[in-house]
């Protein structure tokens, strides 16, 4: 989706505007959308909600699709009634900067094509500052970035109580030979009801089992993607 991250500092894009994207073509390559614990509700009746592991880190995934992103028309538009803060925030990211003692940036995707036009918001004021525009991008990115890192805490817990089970879906579309999706995991639920009772009180009193019921609910929307 970024295709040329570059980190955002007032001397060099200082003269920026910026303008958001008028459509959603930059994710109609993606299938799978990473999502937080607290966008589940919003979006367990759209599409399948599963958990990949990538780098032995357990993530949410919205599956909207085998190749490509089903949620999106050739027109560009989005047909999800809940937009996904992983989409939300871009052309902007943060991204870590061996320049700076503060662990992470704002970066932005230089070729995005929303820093091109005359008639974009600045994203500095003439003293270097952060505008309005960059306040809010940052805001969001730091919101997305921190649920982020709650809903990989509630993942690993999970995964340490040997709850997350992998899982495949076969399906036959009219003529294909079977076929079948695979390497992702889903939550045992029966092995979620056996764990200590400890960890099942930690579970319901941090809302773990709202998701959870959820994301087993989303399993449904399979016919969406096949």
């Known amino acids: ?7 955002l500092r007032a001397k060099e894009h200082g003269f920026y505007r910026y303008t958001p994207p008028q459509d959603f073509y930059f994710a109609k390559n993606i299938n799978l959308i990473p999502i937080t614990f607290s966008e589940v509700k919003s979006l367990c009746c759209s599409y399948p909600i599963i958990i990949l592991e990538q780098n032995e880190t357990p993530m949410l995934m919205l599956m909207v ?14 047909s999800l009634d809940y937009l996904p803060a992983f989409l939300r925030r ?3 990211t943060l991204v870590a900067d061996d ?15 929303c820093f091109t036009s005359p008639d974009g918001v600045t994203l500095f004021d003439a003293d270097g500052q952060a505008s309005e525009a960059l306040i809010n991008a940052r805001t969001l990115l ?4 921190r649920e982020t890192q709650v809903t990989t ?8 109580q040997d709850i997350l089970q992998p899982s495949q879906f076969n399906f036959k579309k009219e003529g294909e030979e079977d076929q079948k999706l695979a390497g992702f995991y889903i939550i045992d639920k029966k092995k979620l009801l056996e764990m200590d009772d400890a960890l ?3 579970a319901v009193k941090s ?20």
């Open 1 to 7: 989706m970024y295709k040329n991250v570059k980190i």
């Open 65 to 78: 699709g085998r190749e490509e992103n089903n949620a999106i028309d050739d027109k560009g538009q989005c």
């Open 90 to 92: 871009y052309p902007f």
């Open 99 to 113: 320049e700076s003692s503060d662990s992470l940036q704002i970066g932005f995707d230089l070729e995005s094509g």
């Open 142 to 145: 730091e919101t997305y970035h």
């Open 153 to 160: 805490h509630i993942l690993k817990r999970l995964k340490e």
């Open 200 to 202: 099942l009180l930690e």
């Open 207 to 226: 809302g773990w089992m709202e998701m959870i019921e959820l994301h087993l609910l989303s399993l449904k929307n399979l016919d969406k993607i096949v």
